[in-house]
C-alpha cells in the first residue's frame, strides 16, 4: 500500500441502506484498507460532514429518499474539489455514469461488482496525492519565477552612462580609463 493507504482514509458515504454501507465497508476491509467511516443519507448531514469529518473520499450511492448523487457530488465539486468522489450504486446505467464522470466524480462501481471499489479507491487516494503534489510544486516553481523576475527587474546600479560620450563608466571611475559601449552592457549581467 502507498501514499493515502498507509495512514487512515476517512470514508465520507452518502448512502441510506445501513446493510449496503456496511457490504462496502467489509470489502473494503478485506482488501486491507484501514478507513474510518461516516454514512450520511440526506443534505444537511452531508454539508456538516464536509466541514467536521474533512473526508479523504467521498463514495456515494446515486439515488437516496431524501437526497441524490449528483447533487452531492455538485456540492463536492465546489466545497472539496480535491477529494475524490466515486459513485457505489446499483441504479445508475453506463450513460448516467459517463455524465457523473464528465461532472467531476472520479469513478463510479456497481454495487453488484464490488470487488471493483478497493482498486478504485486507491487509485482516486493515490491521483488525489499526486494531484496535490503537482499543484505544490508548480506553486514552488511560480514563487521562484516571480522572484527571479524581481531580481532580473531590478535596476542595475554599477553602471551609470556618461552625459559626454554616450558610454557606460563605473562609478568611481573615468570614463577614458573604465568605459564599455552599451552594446556590450546589454549582453552582460549588472
Not at 22 to 42: M, P, S
Not at 80 to 98: H, K, M, N, R, Y
Request: a positive charge; aromatic letters at 6%.
Amino acid at each position: 500500500m502507498r501514499g493515502n493507504m498507509e495512514k487512515e482514509t476517512k470514508i465520507l458515504m452518502v448512502e441510506d441502506n445501513p446493510e449496503d454501507a456496511e457490504l462496502i465497508q467489509r470489502e473494503l476491509r478485506k482488501a486491507g484498507i484501514k478507513f474510518t467511516a461516516l454514512r450520511v443519507d440526506n443534505k444537511a448531514a452531508f454539508l456538516q460532514a464536509l466541514g467536521s469529518f474533512s473526508p479523504s473520499i467521498i463514495l456515494s450511492d446515486y439515488q437516496l429518499p431524501a437526497f441524490d448523487g449528483i447533487s452531492a457530488l455538485a456540492v463536492a465539486v465546489i466545497e472539496v474539489p480535491d477529494v475524490p468522489f466515486i459513485f457505489v450504486s446499483g441504479a445508475i446505467g453506463e450513460e448516467l455514469a459517463i455524465e457523473t464522470l464528465k461532472g467531476g466524480a472520479t469513478d463510479y462501481v456497481y454495487k453488484d461488482h464490488l470487488s471493483q471499489l478497493p482498486p478504485a479507491v486507491k487509485r482516486a487516494l493515490d491521483e488525489a496525492r499526486e494531484k496535490r503534489g503537482r499543484r505544490r510544486a508548480e506553486e514552488g516553481l511560480r514563487e521562484t519565477i516571480e522572484k527571479m523576475q524581481k531580481v532580473v527587474d531590478r535596476p542595475c546600479r554599477r553602471s551609470r552612462p556618461s552625459r559626454s560620450t554616450g558610454t557606460l563608466t563605473r562609478p568611481g571611475t573615468s570614463s577614458a580609463s573604465r568605459s564599455w559601449r552599451r552594446t556590450s552592457l546589454a549582453s552582460s549581467a549588472c
